[in-house]
């Protein structure tokens, strides 16, 4: 009997990594073989919201879905802004996708994030910490990493850092500022940051978190341990001041203003940076993007 072949349903896949996930999966596996759906209406992406579990099944036995990326969720700033909604979406949401995946036996990807981490995790975050997050889009990754050791499916996941892209804007986290800065550096040359000028954060660039996804889905099951529901995975840790100096190489006359708001909140109870040895040593994760090259690629595709 031959292998049966990849068939993959993207969840959320307007969103920010999902504009060049799947890209990245129609490169890699075809055009035909990614499904790719989100709760808003576009041209190129059927209309599916996971709140529907019977039209996730549906939608899985009809298309003959293997692989399910899912991608759809809440993330912390609009989800302390919308704590029940945040919950509903991203845990009964999942929790949906997964008995459709459990049903047709898919294997499954459902990201995590560094919002796992509270104010009682060392700033250089471990792989196996307490988890304590200080929000609710933290609890519900929590609950997501517990989710893949306990259902029975093949079901993975990484700790996102704060992701870096130019295709499609960030989409209401804390980390949204490292993203907005450069659109705002090359219109107005200057940003209001709401975030100190001091606080330090691990960010990806999304290439890398991209690379980190397919490499992770790659990897032989037996390969991954009990980090398997969500891995650390480093890029780099900068300050938004060494960013505003970062981009400075490239246009000197920016000017950045520190005008924190609640998302300091949220980016104070994370780590600073993150330790990645298990991801490295199971699946052989390794970044390559460091803060001036993520700087130069966004400038330079952005402009
Ligand atoms: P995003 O907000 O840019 O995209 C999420 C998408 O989900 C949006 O297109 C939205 O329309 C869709 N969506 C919302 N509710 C939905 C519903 N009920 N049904 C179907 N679709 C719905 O988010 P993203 O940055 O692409 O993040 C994707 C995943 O990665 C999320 O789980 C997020 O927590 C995680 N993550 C992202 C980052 C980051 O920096 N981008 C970091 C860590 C983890
Ligand atoms: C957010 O800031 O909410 C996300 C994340 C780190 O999970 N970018």
């Not at 899912?70 to 029940?84: C, Q, Y």
């Not at 690379?211 to 390969?223: C, V, W």
């Not at 040895?277 to 400038?299: H, Q, S, T």
């Amino acid at each position: 009997m031959g292998t049966v072949p990849t068939r993959i349903l993207v969840t959320g896949a307007l969103g920010q990594i999902g504009t060049e996930l799947v890209e990245s999966l129609r490169d890699k596996y075809g055009e035909e073989s990614v499904v790719s759906t989100d709760v808003r209406e576009s041209e190129n992406c059927m209309q599916l919201d996971v709140m529907d579990a019977k039209r996730i099944e549906d939608l899985v036995q009809s298309k003959g879905i293997t692989d399910i990326y899912h991608l759809a969720a809440l993330l912390s700033a609009t989800g302390e802004k919308n704590p029940d909604l945040c919950w509903r979406i991203n845990v009964d949401g999942l929790v949906n996708v997964i008995s459709a995946a459990k049903k047709y036996g898919c294997r499954l990807f459902s990201p995590s994030s560094i919002a796992v981490f509270g104010p009682d995790c060392p700033k250089h975050a471990p792989q196996v910490t307490g988890l304590s997050p200080a929000t609710v889009y933290g609890k519900t990754k929590v609950v997501g990493e517990h989710l893949a050791m306990t259902s029975g499916i093949d079901m993975r996941g990484l700790r996102y850092p704060g992701l870096i892209s130019w295709k499609a804007p960030a989409g209401g986290g804390t980390t949204d500022y490292a993203v907005e800065i450069f659109h705002a550096a090359l219109s107005d040359g200057h940003y209001d940051c709401f975030v100190r000028e001091n606080t330090r954060l691990p960010m990806m660039y999304m290439d890398d978190a991209i690379r980190a996804t397919l490499e992770l889905m790659e990897a032989p099951f037996d390969s991954l341990g009990t980090a398997r529901g969500g891995y650390n995975i480093t890029g780099c840790s900068f300050t938004a001041g060494e960013l505003v100096d970062s981009i400075r190489r490239h246009i000197p006359d920016f000017t950045c203003s520190f005008k924190p708001d609640v998302r300091q909140n949220y980016a104070d109870s994370w780590p600073d940076s993150i330790e990645d040895d298990v991801a490295r040593n199971e699946w052989g994760w390794m970044p390559k993007f460091d803060l001036d090259k993520i700087v130069d690629e966004m400038v330079e595709n952005l402009q």
